[in-house]
């Protein structure tokens, strides 16, 4: 129960649509959503697929709890094989759309092949239809948004859709929904877009009920989200700060990754943060920040709701940005904000509003323009390509033009569209992209936190600080302090957030929650909505079911042990500031155990005892 | 003593954990749509606002409804509608200046705020106090107060 136990098959090669029983012995195997859909994957994908091909599959799945009372039970992910990687890829959002999906009725749905010309899948309950879109492409998400809006003429109907990044083929397009919500990392959007999928309208009035145990359920969510109000991090951080309270924090470590990851530490760091967020501005004396937000469902509320300065040069004369909208999250402002060496907090606002208003991932986007931005310097990429635009590290005017750029997919906007491992080894420096298997860092230097380069490293979509937060251990101490400048024990602390994070990510759950719950708070809750017994060890098993499952698919599609590296500069050139200083980071000593404990080969393949273990398929 | 559901627009977040305590008090399900509290977001304002119905002493629901259908509950305040008797018209939802009566076509039946009969499930619910169901002779209290903070005796005095 608590699933709707119904999937929604689209066929956008043919134009049909079925609705399907969802596969619940899997469902007790993978749980849902990011696990679920990846089952799906592997049985109905060749892992050798070309990504951007009519043979990859594109899924948005929901969770047994999106949709229901439970904090933060608004979840969905959208599931697919990486232009970007070549590895399965899985990225999660918040917003209403996952739970408008599970109100309509649908657990998941799977959109197969490639339409003839482009549409969007409408949906009203049982009811969905494929509605021709022609007038929609070339349309910014936010332009879609209101148009599907105008069509429905429901306020209420949820809608995710692709911008025009995603349509001009650029790697790290993103799903957006609700206008501000990101599905957000390894170019979901681009297998979207090249399926001629615009948008999915969502309305959904039936609501999620079938719960197993319906008064159980009501106090063991009333009990959790009393416990994520009384924690610090999720009562207190969060909603005042959201995950900018890290800006200060991470640089002072000196775990900050600055100027395309030369540095650790940005002199800046305290003008681009969360208190310079609520700082009164000098114009308007307003501050950056106007409030926080939730997702559906959210007792956290961590969003970030905020307006640019209306005289700032990015938005003079352009009053469409001068209204609120999702403001600069951690990752975004660092990606865009450290990274490029850029201190704006309004250009870095102005940048986050065009990642969302044309679907990019941010810190793809900002990890680029970063590398970019290095060759630039190195002389490897001139003014030539760039139209003039002198794109060093620091340049506001330069963050602004390219983002533009990579919005239309314009210009110079195409190679930066290719992603930092492309773009590098177009202009000769290979050496120069901050990536693990095509996929651009997040915002922690693993030579000042050394559990995140093993996380980077073995991650199953790429670099990703969201598949094992070992932050929370060596920084801020959850569930308990460890050494961040130390490899020691890091191995067998990345297995265990690597297995939990992927039960958290299949339930319907968001792992902010994490600060304050660990499995023990959300295993009660999944057992009292859903048939079967569900308790820790059993969603721990899951989780690294699902752990091991994806490095299958990775393997079967090409991939291998050599991949679960970072690149040079990370392993031989020492960090020069902060208490890292001198320190690389140590992979090596940490991944052979790595391995060992997974059960994997010391290349790091599968064997046929741990894929028995976990009864994968064959 | 009477109690009232005030609400704080300031301190939503617009999470709709009311909409959905709402709706499975009511109807079963958790099910925004059914709610008879809705958070409306302005998004170019960066505002939530959650509004439901305010239980007038004098409501026109009430005195609208050719089949008495609506009655007061002396206990609660509340003006609840009885199904049994609620034939589905609608002059209600016609009457009521705020919108907050609101029918369910798979009942052909009216719903309305029923205060949950003097649990009101919305407030227990809010995880920031953005609703919350006092004194009805206290309603308007906090933002008395919070005003009279914002008054500047100081500066006054010194004139």
């Known amino acids: 129960m608590s699933w709707t136990k119904k999937i929604l098959r689209v066929n956008l090669t043919e134009g049909r649509i079925e609705e399907e029983p969802l596969n619940m012995e899997w469902a007790a195997q993978y749980i849902g959503q990011r696990g679920l859909a990846t089952r799906y994957m592997f049985e109905e994908t060749d892992p050798g697929c070309d990504p951007l091909g009519p043979g990859n599959r594109l899924i948005f799945a929901t969770g047994p709890l999106t949709g229901t009372m439970a904090s933060t039970g608004g979840r969905y992910s959208v599931i697919t094989k990486s232009p970007l990687t070549g590895a399965i890829a899985c990225s999660n959002s918040g917003g209403f759309i996952g739970a408008e999906l599970k109100s309509a009725g649908w657990d998941m749905i799977i959109f197969e092949g490639k339409s003839p010309g482009p549409v969007y899948l409408n949906i009203v309950n049982e009811h969905a239809e494929l509605v021709g879109a022609d007038d929609l492409w070339g349309k910014s998400v936010w332009e879609t948004d209101r148009l599907i809006h105008e069509r429905t003429g429901d306020p209420q109907t949820r809608i995710a859709a692709v911008g025009r990044s995603a349509e001009a083929g650029c790697l790290y397009a993103a799903v957006i929904n609700d206008l501000h919500r990101a599905a957000g990392r390894s170019g979901v959007g681009t297998v979207m877009a090249s399926k001629n999928l615009k948008a999915v309208a969502v309305r959904g009035t039936r609501g999620v009920g079938n719960i197993k145990d319906p008064a159980r359920f009501l106090r063991s969510t009333t009990e959790q989200k009393k416990v994520l109000a009384e924690n610090a991090v999720t009562g207190q951080g969060l909603p005042a700060m959201g995950t900018q309270v890290l800006m200060n924090v991470i640089n002072e470590i000196g775990a900050l990754p600055t100027n395309n990851m030369q540095e650790v530490q940005f002199k800046d760091a305290n003008k681009i943060s969360a208190e310079a967020m609520q700082e009164p501005r000098e114009s308007d004396g307003k501050p950056n920040l106007t409030t926080n937000a939730a997702c559906f469902g959210c007792t956290i509320a961590c969003g970030r709701i905020s307006t640019i300065d209306q005289g700032h040069f990015s938005v003079e004369n352009k009053p469409e940005y001068w209204g609120n909208s999702g403001g600069l999250e951690y990752e975004a402002a660092w990606a865009m904000g450290a990274d490029t060496g850029v201190g704006d907090l309004d250009a870095l606002t102005y940048t986050n509003f065009v990642c969302n208003e044309d679907g990019m991932d941010p810190i793809s986007f900002g990890a680029t323009v970063a590398a970019a931005m290095e060759l630039y310097e190195k002389g490897a990429i001139t003014s030539e390509q760039t139209d003039g635009m002198e794109l060093r590290f620091g340049s506001a005017e330069a963050l602004v033009w390219c983002v533009q750029k990579v919005a239309t997919g314009e210009g110079f906007g195409a190679d930066l569209g290719l992603g930092s491992r492309k773009l590098c080894e177009k202009y000769g420096h290979p050496d120069l992209s901050m990536t693990v298997k095509g996929q651009e860092f997040p915002a922690y230097d693993p030579r000042g936190v050394q559990g995140m380069g093993l996380t980077y490293a073995t991650s199953n979509r790429g670099a990703c600080h969201l598949r094992s937060y070992t932050v929370a251990s060596e920084v801020l101490g959850i569930p308990e302090k460890t050494d961040p400048l130390v490899t020691d024990g890091k191995a067998g602390l990345v297995k265990a957030f690597q297995d939990a994070t992927a039960a958290v990510d299949s339930m319907g759950l968001c792992v902010f929650t994490t600060f304050a719950w660990t499995l023990d708070n959300m295993a009660p809750q999944l057992d009292a909505a859903c048939e079967g017994d569900w308790d820790v060890d059993r969603l721990l098993e899951a989780g690294e079911r699902i752990w091991n499952l994806e490095r299958e698919y990775n393997m079967r599609a090409g991939l291998s042990g050599a991949d679960d590296t970072l690149p040079p500069r990370l392993l031989k050139d020492a960090a020069r500031t902060g208490p890292a200083e001198g320190k690389v980071c140590g992979l090596d000593q940490m991944l052979p155990e790595y391995y060992s404990i997974r059960g994997w080969t010391e290349n790091g393949q599968l064997t046929d005892e741990t894929r028995k273990r976990f009864a994968l398929p064959a | ?159």
């Open chain 2, 1 to 159: 003593m009477l109690r009232s559901l005030t609400i704080d627009p300031d301190k939503c977040t617009g999470c709709l954990q009311c909409e959905m305590a709402c709706s499975y008090e009511n109807e079963g399900v958790f099910n925004p749509a059914k709610s008879r509290i809705k958070v409306f977001t302005f998004h170019d304002e960066g505002r939530f606002v959650p509004y439901t119905c305010t239980q007038c002493d004098e409501a026109w629901c009430l005195h609208a409804c050719p089949v008495d259908a609506i009655r007061m509950n002396r206990e609660t305040g509340a003006m609840e509608v009885s199904d049994s008797v609620c034939v589905g018209c609608k002059v209600c939802t016609i009457a009521c200046p705020f919108g907050t009566v609101n029918y369910n076509q798979d009942t052909g039946k009216v719903i309305k705020c029923d205060l949950c009969g003097g649990d009101p499930k919305c407030a227990s619910a809010c995880p920031t106090a953005a609703i919350t169901y006092v004194d009805a002779d206290a309603t308007g209290l906090d933002k008395m107060r919070a005003w009279a903070a914002r008054t500047d005796n100081a500066a006054s005095a010194s004139n």
